[in-house]
Structure formats: structure tokens, C-alpha cells
């Protein structure tokens, strides 16, 4: 590692603390570029994450002081990228988890696609497609990257984050992050649930009439039709709530 250190010195005219620097920086840059919305998705390929990462390395490089190349800032530049990265990785994971639970309960698990890395149900991929698509249009992108700068004021480089701190945080953002999925998908569970209160009481009315054979294609029919209704609605309410997680990075809206 020395030695290619120090060919690597010679090539670019640099100081050798100052390849030492620019490397912890990139493992800071990283560890968060593999978990941000964007440019940490598992369709994006590896060379275009590690050309990002690279060329937000020189953007931050500025701003981190310099420190000492050990194994202990190693392992504390990675958890301070972490910890950045999944704070807004989180709200996609969020939006997510209310996608899913509108699926189920309009009956649209069965449809899958390939966003994430596991399926998702067709209702939680829109509403991913459309989150990303407002990230990037909304400057999420530029803003992540003043994050990173400005996250060495909080965490310097080479000194891990307070594990009580870092606890407290993650476990607050979190519960945000979940009571925001469970608000987004509100409609489609209230909906589920007064189509379940109709079909019983038209099923204790006539018992003879199997009212699940016209009941099912009448829920994913309203369900498509409130999909196309509230989805506009739930991207703003996210788009706010990303716009609060970027102006907070570390503390919860």
C-alpha cells in the first residue's frame, strides 16, 4: 500500500499525506454514495457509482481536515458515510414500505417488478420511480453532496461518531420514517377497510350470492383509480419530508 501510494505521489506531483487524505475522504464518500437514493440503486452500475464517488471525493476534499491514515479512521470515515447515507435512504425505504402496504390492501401484491433488489409490488415501484425522478429534479443530488462537506463540522475525519448519539438518532428517524409510510398509505387501508365492512354486510344480506367474485375485480379497479389519485398527493407529502431530511441531515424532522 506504501509503495503504491507513493507512485501514485509521484505521478500527480502530490504529497503523500495528501493521497492518505484524499483516501479516507473517498471511503466517507463511498460508504454514502452506495446507500443514496439515486445514485445507490441496484440498477445503477459500479462503474458509474465508483466515477461519482470519485468525483465527489475531489468536491469534498476541500472541506475535510486532515488526519492521520489508520485502521481506527478508517472504520470511523465508514460509519460517518453510513450514517449519512442510510438518514436519506431511509425515506425511500419509507416510501417503500407505504407502497407495499397499499398493494396489499387493494390486492396488487401480485404484480412485481425489479426496482430493488428484492421485488416490489407495482404500486411501491411507481411511487419509487417517481420519488427519484423528484429527487434529482428537486437538487437532492447537489444538496447530499453539500451534506458531506459539511458533515466533517460535525463528525471530523478520523473521530467515529458517539454511539449513544448515533443510536438515538438512527432509532428516532427511524419511527419518522415508519409513521410517514403508515400516513401515506392511510387511504388505501381506510379504503380496504370499508370494502371488507360492504362485503360482509352484503354477504350477511344475501348469502347465496358470492360476492368475493364481484367484490375482487371492483377492489383493484378502485384501487388502480386511487393509486392515480393520491399518488401526486403522497410524492409531495415525500418530497416535503426529503426536503426536511436534507435541511436536518442530523436530527429528525
Known amino acids: ?18 493521497i492518505w487524505q484524499a483516501g479516507l475522504v473517498f471511503l466517507r464518500v463511498g460508504a454514502a454514495v452506495s446507500l443514496m437514493p439515486a445514485l445507490g440503486e441496484q440498477s445503477v452500475p459500479r462503474r458509474v457509482k465508483l466515477a461519482a464517488a470519485l468525483a465527489i471525493t475531489l468536491i469534498v476534499l476541500p472541506s475535510a481536515p486532515e488526519a492521520t491514515f489508520t485502521m481506527a479512521a478508517v472504520a470511523a470515515e465508514v460509519i460517518a ?8 435512504r431511509l425515506l425511500i425505504l419509507g416510501l417503500q414500505t407505504a407502497g407495499t402496504l397499499a398493494a396489499q390492501s387493494v390486492s396488487l401484491t401480485q404484480m412485481f417488478g425489479a426496482v430493488g433488489p428484492e421485488p416490489q409490488p ?33 463528525v471530523p475525519t478520523g473521530q467515529p461518531p458517539d454511539p449513544s448519539v ?43 350470492m ?33 426536503q426536511q431530511a436534507l435541511a436536518a441531515p442530523f436530527g429528525v424532522p
Do not use: C, H
Open 122 to 154: 407495482i404500486v411501491a415501484n411507481v411511487l419509487t420511480l417517481g420519488a427519484l425522478v423528484l429527487f434529482l429534479t428537486m437538487g437532492g443530488l447537489s444538496r447530499a453532496v453539500e451534506l458531506l462537506a459539511l458533515s466533517y463540522q460535525v
Open 210 to 242: 358470492m360476492v368475493s367474485f364481484i367484490g375482487a375485480p371492483a377492489l383493484t379497479l378502485g384501487g388502480l383509480a386511487l393509486l392515480a389519485l393520491a399518488a401526486p398527493v403522497m410524492l409531495e407529502v415525500w418530497r416535503g419530508a426529503m
Open 1 to 18: 500500500m506504501n509503495d503504491l501510494v507513493a507512485q501514485l505521489a509521484q505521478v500527480f506531483g502530490l504529497a503523500q499525506a495528501a
Open 166 to 208: 448515533l443510536a438515538e438518532w438512527g432509532l428516532k428517524r427511524v419511527v419518522w420514517v415508519f409513521g410517514l409510510a403508515f400516513s401515506l398509505a392511510a387511504p388505501f387501508v381506510l379504503a380496504s377497510l370499508l370494502y371488507n365492512l360492504a362485503l360482509g354486510a352484503i354477504n350477511r344480506a344475501m348469502p347465496a
Open 81 to 88: 458515510g453510513l450514517a449519512l447515507g442510510m438518514g436519506l
